[in-house]
C-alpha cells in the first residue's frame, strides 16, 4: 500500500509527466476565468454597440436566422442579435448592481444581529421572514413603481428582496462559530475580540459572502426579466430582455419562433453559466474540496 | 501554586444538579485523576476549572485569586475531539502557532512531522490533530492542564508518546495536571491521586 503511494507521488513530480494533473483547482479556475471571459465579451459588446445600429429596416422585417441576421429580425426589420446583446449587458449590469447590494445589507444584519443579540437578533429575523412571506414577483413590483419605476425601481426593488436567504446563511454562521470550540480555546489563549473576528470569523464568513454574491445574481437578471415582461420594470424603449420577450408573445403564434427563442436561451446560459461559477468558486474556497483530484 | 475549586454547585436544567457542594484542588507539580461514571459531571467540572462554564454557586481560584476575564489563561481545557477544536480553514502551522511558539525540539518529541505544517486540518488524522491540540496548548504560561478524555479516541502508541511528552513538559515546567478518563489503568500508571465522583 505504502510503496504504491510512493510510486505515484514520484509520478506526478516526475518531469514530463503523461498527463496532466487537473484537480477541483485547475478545473474551477479554468470554468471561473473562461465564464468571466464570456460575461465580459458581452457587457463589453453590449455597451460598444452604439444605439443608432438598432434601426428599422423594413426591407429587412421578419427575417428568419440567417448567416446576415444570425438571431433573424423582428416585425420592423431590427437585428435580434445586436438586441439580445445591448439587453443582456443592461441585465447583468442590473444583476451585478443587485447583486452587491444585496451582500452588502446581508453582511451588514447577518454580523451585527448576532452581535448584538437579544431584541436586534430578533428584529433581523423578524425582517427576513416578513419579506420571505410576501411573493417576490408582487414585493418586486410594488417597490419599483413606488420608487418611481425604470432602472433604478426594479434595481431597488430586486436588492431590497434578495438579501434574505444570505442573512440567515451568515447569521448562522456567525453564531457556528462564536460558539465553536476553536473560538472558545482562542479566547482561553487571551486573544481579543477584534482578533476573533478577524482570523476566525471573517475566513468563513467572506467565502459565504462572495459565493451568496455570485449565486444571486442568476436571480436577479431572472426577476428583473420577468417584471419587465409583465410590464413593470424597464422601459418599453429599452433593449431588455424582458421587453424582447414580452413584445414576441404577439408574434409567436404567427411562427417568428427567434424572437424569443434566441433571447430566452441566451438570459438562461448566462444564468446557468453565472451559478455554475458560483458553485466552482464554492469548491475551491473550502479547504475540504479544494485539493480533491 | 494550587488551583482550587470550593463548593460548586452546577446544573444544567433546573432542580437537575450534575455536581452539587462539590470540592476540588490541585498543586503545581501534581497529576490528578479524576474519574465516574458517565454522567457524573466529570468534564462539567472540568470545563468551570478552566473557566469555560461559571458554577451556579462556588468559587474557582488560583492561589486564592479568582481569574481575570482577559488575558492568557493559566488553566487550559483540552478537548476530547481535535477536529472540532482547530479552524477547518487555517493551516496547521498556524494553528500550532496561535498561542506560543513552540520550540523544534517539542515539536518532533511529539511526533508532528515537518510536512504536515502546510496542510489544512481535514487533510490530517484523529491522532495527528490531537498532537498539534496538545502541543498549542503547553505554553509555559499554562500552570494547569485539564485533559478530558485527551487521548480516548486515540491508539495506544500515539497515546504513549503523547502522554510521555506531557509528563516530561509537566515535570520540567513544574505545570499540574487533570486526568479526566475513564481507564483505570492510565489513571493508575499517570496519577499519584485519584479522584472519585461517584464516591
Known sequence: MSSELKTEKDFKKAPGRLRPVR??????????????????GIMIAGSRIPSGSIYVDLEQISQPPSLKHLFGTDWVGRDMLTRTMKGLSLSIWVGIICSLASTLTAALFGILAPTLGGRADALVSWLVDLTLSVPHTILIILISIACGGGFRGIVAGVAATHWTSLTRVIRAEVLRINTSEYVRASRQFGKSRRYIARNHLLPHVIPQMVVGTVLVFPHAILHEASITFLGFGLPPHEPAIGVILSESMKYLTSGQWWLAFFPGLCLIMVSVMVSALGRSLERILNPATAYKK | MRLEAKDICYAYQKGRPVLSHVNFGIESGEAVGLTAPSGYGKSTLGKILAGYLTPQSGTVSIDGKTREDTGYNPVQLIFQHPEKAVNPRWKMKRILNEAWNPPEE??????????????????????????????????????????????????MITQAQIWNEVRKHAERENMGIVVISHEKHLLERLCGRIVRLDG
Open chain 2, 106 to 155: 517539542m515539536i518532533r518529541s511529539m511526533g508532528i512531522e515537518q510536512d504536515w505544517m502546510n496542510r489544512w486540518p481535514s487533510e490530517l488524522s484523529g491522532g495527528e490533530l490531537q498532537r498539534f491540540c496538545v502541543l498549542r496548548a503547553l505554553s509555559p504560561r499554562t500552570r494547569f492542564l485539564i485533559a478530558d478524555e485527551m487521548t480516548t479516541m486515540l491508539d
Open chain 1, 23 to 40: 484537480g477541483t483547482r485547475e478545473q474551477a479556475i479554468l470554468h471561473i476565468s473562461l465564464f468571466l471571459l464570456i460575461l465580459a
